[in-house]
């Protein structure tokens, strides 16, 4: 739930940059076409693949037409879910920003923050889905928080306490950031004395905690943090880490099964992170080669400006 945290949380950073750089892209009919081309185009093919290729091993036909049409997430799919949500609650947030705020910044703050901060301590359960076999909100306020870092790094100049917000990117607050993002989950398991449900890393402080790590990130001074990020080993990863992420459970299920009933080993956790990597990894090579690449070759180019283009 750690990595699923800061995914939403990078998603609304990422799609809010070019929003926030400039205003006027939400009321340009070509750009917003081109932003949902794009969108779909990215996450669309290989969700249907796997969707497909799993109900058409587990015959469950009501659950994979409820999923086509969105309606549904299980196992893994349940986060596509919520991201598809996303995509389309965006354009609404910066035509709030556009039309009722007129592009102030401090105006579209506080209202991301309100709502995100709502959002957060489920004091708005708005919308609800089915996914991982049961009800569940839509883990709006993580994404929110994105939303309002991106806003924080693109109009940096002119946020008033931003020596203050600067502290964000020193490496030592970065390498503290880090470990707390991963070992609260597990310190709060060892204070409760049980493991509580996974999904509190998508509410209350969690998500606030993901944003500044993501911000700090961001912001820090060229150093060794950016260097390590930007080795185009790195960079391949990202490329397939989609593919990765949607069929690493089939190839540990398939560990977990030769090792158990070829091998009569319970394999321990290093044992299977290591066998399933090496699996799915050339797995998500070729579906990235042939299933996603192609889908994203032809989406529009992006566009750069909207100077130039009809405003409607």
Partial sequence: MVGVALFFCLSGYLLCLPFAGEGSRIVSAEYMKNYFARRFCRILPMYYFVLTAGY???????????????LQGNSILWTVLQEIHFYTLLPLI?????????GRLTGILIFLGGVGFAYNHNWLPIHTMYGMEHTMPLYLGVFLVGIMMGYFYQK????????ILSLLGHPGVILIMFVLAV????????IVGHRVVESWVLEGIYPYLTGCLILGLSITERNRVQKFFS??????????SYSVYLLHPVFLDLVKYIFLVYLNIQPNGVVKFLFTLVLVIPASVMTYTYIERPFIRRAPVKLQSTESQPIV
């Fill in 56 to 70: 058409f091993y587990s015959q469950r036909y009501e659950d994979y037409f409820r999923s086509l049409l969105f």
């Fill in 94 to 102: 910066f035509m709030i920003h556009h039309f009722i705020f007129r």
């Fill in 156 to 163: 940096w100049d002119r946020i008033k306490y931003k020596d």
């Fill in 183 to 190: 070992s609260l989950p597990e310190l709060r398991n060892f």
């Fill in 231 to 240: 080795h185009s080993w790195l960079r391949a990863v990202g490329l397939i």
